[in-house]
């Protein structure tokens, strides 16, 4: 697993986002804001894009189309093995209507997967559940109780600013 990375997110339209391009780095990162500012719906449209909607879930779907009528679309970038490869996917109202195609990065080319519509599976060699439980910390998955949040924030800004949670920048300083 530890030759697999998200590089990129590239939502064209879903949900209520459209037009959103965020890059990742190797290790660690961390998506926040305000509430209802579309963060569990990147969260969402990255595990979509890994293993599909649910053909049972059809008030998923609907919850993730666009009011303004377009499909919903866009593109994972991912990095395997060294190699960049785009998941690019529609979805419409039915499970007829979905593409997914998975292309090579830098040649543009079309390749060819096992588990073409679940390039999750192909990628990171795990099922959805498997996925969800491990590598997927959803928002909702994560209680942080107040007398932790100033610990939790010092690490991240220890890790951020010296690249290790136990380094403190201002004894370094």
């Known amino acids: 697993m530890n030759d697999v990375m998200i590089k990129r997110v590239n939502i064209e339209f879903f949900a209520?986002?459209?037009?959103?391009?965020l890059d990742f780095t190797k290790g660690f990162n961390l998506i926040y804001g305000k509430n209802e500012q579309g963060k569990s719906s990147i969260e969402n449209f990255i595990k979509i894009w890994l293993y599909g909607i649910?053909?049972?879930g059809r008030n998923e779907r609907k919850k993730y189309l666009p009011l303004t009528g377009e499909k919903?679309?866009?593109?994972?970038l991912v990095v395997f093995k060294g190699?960049?490869?785009?998941?690019?996917?529609?979805f419409g109202m039915s499970k007829k209507e979905d593409t997914c195609?998975?292309?090579d990065e830098i040649t543009g080319e079309e390749i060819e997967i096992e588990y073409k519509n679940e390039p999750g599976k192909?990628?990171?060699?795990?099922?959805?559940?498997?996925?969800?439980?491990?590598?997927f910390i959803s928002q909702l998955g994560v209680m942080v109780s107040k007398d932790k949040e100033e610990e939790i924030m010092e690490k991240i800004t220890n890790i951020y600013n010296s690249g290790d949670e136990?380094?403190?920048?201002?004894?370094i300083i």
Request: glycine share 12%; net charge positive; aromatic share 12%.
């Open 16 to 21: 209520g986002i459209k037009g959103k391009s």
């Open 166 to 171: 136990n380094t403190s920048v201002r004894k």
């Open 122 to 135: 192909y990628f990171f060699g795990i099922n959805l559940a498997t996925f969800v439980k491990t590598l």
């Open 72 to 76: 919903i679309s866009g593109e994972l």
């Open 83 to 90: 190699k960049g490869y785009i998941i690019k996917r529609t």
């Open 101 to 103: 195609e998975i292309l």
């Open 54 to 56: 649910d053909s049972r």
